[in-house]
């Protein structure tokens, strides 16, 4: 078992105790989906590295159940639990310079959203955003994958989210344009477990 602490955000220290949980059963976790809208296959094992995997952690936190915690250094998402508990994700983060900050809300959630490049998005790289200009429906070949959470700030919309991804290799990296980016499998997990208004914490090194 190792102990990792980050640092501190608005002065109240957050520990994470990073130890993997016994006789998880990682394989039902990444199970066919066949109910979905858009069938999900299996995700082999050897696929996702370990430490990547969905399971139940201990955490200490001053956060309260039902905060998402986003350690973006560590590429990882936690779900507070009761009892000193977290559900762990495996997430891709922004690349330098592009990551969400601070603190925010979920302002909506989608099953197989419709994404929009946003404005920033298609200034940064026109030859390859342009084209999705006027949205490309959910779907396997959508960026957002399987479900999408829309973080707000204010009642204003960041147009930053927590969704899935057509790109599962990237999990585990800073690669996006600012969006967390969590396994197809995950996210509808997360999703199940999150509720519109929930506070979304984003920790930086």
């Known amino acids: 078992m190792s102990i990792s602490r980050r640092g501190f955000l608005l002065g109240l220290p957050l520990f994470v105790t990073a130890c993997a949980s016994s006789?998880?059963?990682?394989?039902?976790?990444?199970?066919?989906?066949?109910?979905?809208?858009?069938?999900?296959?299996?995700?082999?094992?050897?696929?996702?590295?370990?430490?990547?995997?969905?399971?139940?952690?201990?955490?200490?936190?001053?956060?309260?159940?039902?905060?998402?915690?986003?350690?973006?250094?560590?590429?990882?998402?936690?779900?507070?639990?009761?009892?000193?508990?977290?559900?762990?994700?495996?997430?891709?983060?922004?690349?330098?310079?592009?990551?969400?900050?601070?603190?925010?809300?979920?302002?909506?959630?989608?099953?197989?959203?419709?994404?929009?490049?946003?404005?920033?998005?298609?200034?940064?790289?026109?030859?390859?955003?342009?084209?999705?200009?006027?949205?490309?429906?959910?779907?396997?070949?959508n960026p957002l994958g399987a479900r999408a959470m829309y973080l707000y700030r204010g009642g204003n919309d960041t147009h930053f989210r927590i969704h899935g991804t057509n790109q599962p290799q990237t999990i585990g990296y800073a690669m996006s344009s600012g969006c967390v980016r969590m396994m197809n499998h995950d996210v509808i997990d997360l999703y199940e477990r999150v509720n519109v208004g929930d506070r979304v914490v984003v920790l930086q090194a």
Do not use: C, S
Not at 26 to 52: C, G, M, S, T
């Open 23 to 141: 006789g998880v059963d990682h394989r039902a976790n990444y199970a066919a989906l066949p109910d979905e809208q858009f069938p999900l296959r299996a995700v082999p094992l050897d696929k996702i590295k370990p430490e990547l995997r969905r399971q139940v952690v201990a955490y200490e936190t001053t956060q309260k159940p039902g905060t998402i915690v986003v350690d973006t250094p560590a590429r990882r998402l936690y779900h507070v639990m009761e009892g000193g508990q977290a559900m762990r994700y495996g997430v891709g983060v922004g690349k330098e310079g592009l990551a969400f900050r601070g603190n925010a809300y979920v302002g909506r959630k989608a099953e197989w959203p419709t994404w929009t490049p946003t404005a920033n998005m298609i200034r940064r790289e026109p030859e390859k955003n342009l084209k999705y200009a006027g949205g490309v429906p959910g779907g396997p070949n």
